[in-house]
């Protein structure tokens, strides 16, 4: 599906991304570094700009397509890609261009003409690249299914092991996602008869040129998944702790203080008491002084506490039934069998 040399550079981007990109995405976020919402401006500008700035590098690296070689476009005619390359060569040729790679510049010139003139030919440097002519690939439905199956297991692997644990859940619904996008996109450019892009926007861009460009992205968009996903993943379980933790400590400052209530009503009716016990009525029954006893402050403080005690033991319960989820930290052991995985099945299916 892709050459030696895409499968190099997407191991390239992909430590790129894991170990340098990352780690200053997360110092970006860091809690208190800046304002919630400048950070998560300050993250995507920086990923946003570095993805740019890589593609940008990586296609000046891989060097002008054929089309551009011949400055025609991939709707052009073999007679006005053979006039276009009439006109070059009189400019090009060794013999005419002063420049040291002169011989270079023409067996480039002749090589693009070569392809773009033979319509198989053009047609496997569409799909494929010039990989695919080097190879004499033929596009195969069964193969083509079967790499593309091979590549996205791939990365579905290894976008689920780095988004492991709680704080990473958006941030694997979002990866997977992108996926998912790009897989469908992906069979929709290669099967189709004819290049789906629009000609007035890439007049030049083959359907190889198109799947390399969201091959090279999607690094750099599951990178921004994982940053952005931890950065605004929220813990309802430990903010319930909290909560529950906070209603405790309120319920024992309340009971202190009813405590002490209590015992200066105690203290207060104690010595009442003692000075009005003549004034009694002999007449007065049980029954009544029972009521009275009930409808005292005391009674109802003691009222009041017996409540706040029950609420206290319904809570520290549900203090008790939370229980810790230890898969936040996903397992380092599993981080390089990743790694050593993604290199061996880069190479073994290159």
């Known amino acids: 599906m892709s050459g030696g040399g895409d499968d190099i550079d997407g191991l390239t981007g992909f430590f790129f991304y894991m170990f340098i990109v990352h780690p200053i995405t997360a110092w970006i976020l860091r809690p208190g570094r800046f304002e919630r919402k400048k950070s998560i401006l300050y993250a995507i500008g920086f990923l946003a700009s570095l993805a740019a700035v890589k593609t940008g590098m990586s296609m000046q690296a891989r060097g002008p397509s054929h089309y551009q070689i011949l400055n025609v476009t991939r709707d052009s005619n073999p007679l006005e890609i053979k006039r276009a390359y009439k006109k070059l060569s009189l400019t090009l040729h060794p013999d005419k261009n002063p420049s040291p790679t002169a011989s270079d510049e023409f067996d480039a010139l002749k ?8 319509m198989e030919f053009r047609e496997v440097y569409n799909k494929f690249g010039l ?8 596009f195969d439905e069964s193969q083509f299914f079967m790499e593309l199956g091979i590549f996205y297991m791939t990365w579905g692997m290894m976008a689920y092991i780095l988004t492991l644990g709680k704080k990473s859940g958006d941030a694997r619904q979002w990866t997977f996602t992108g996926l998912i996008i790009m897989l469908v996109l992906e069979i929709s450019i290669m099967t189709a008869q004819t290049n789906p892009l629009p000609s007035a926007l890439f007049p030049t861009w083959t359907e190889y040129e198109a799947v390399w460009l969201l091959h ?11 940053s952005l996903g931890s950065y605004l ?6 903010q319930a ?20 209530v209590q015992i200066c009503t105690q203290s207060i009716q104690a010595n009442g008491a003692s000075g009005g016990g003549a004034a009694r009525v002999a007449g007065v029954g049980a029954p009544v002084a029972a009521s009275v006893v009930g409808a005292t402050p005391t009674g109802k403080i003691k009222e009041l506490q017996d409540r706040l005690q029950a609420s206290n033991t319904q809570v520290n319960a549900a203090v008790k039934d939370i229980k810790f989820d230890g898969s936040g930290k996903s397992s380092s052991m599993g981080f390089y069998v990743m790694i050593v995985g993604y290199i061996a099945m880069s190479y073994f299916f290159k």
């Not at 090589?111 to 033979?118: E, G, I, R, S, W």
């Open 111 to 118: 090589q693009a003409y070569d392809v773009l003139m033979d």
């Open 131 to 138: 990989d695919g002519i080097n190879a004499n690939k033929r």
């Open 216 to 226: 090279t992205l999607f690094p750099a968009f599951m990178n921004g998944c994982r």
């Open 233 to 238: 993943y929220v813990d309802l379980d430990k």
């Open 241 to 260: 702790r909290q909560l529950l933790l906070a209603l405790q400590e309120q319920n024992k400052d309340i009971l202190l203080v009813l405590r002490d």
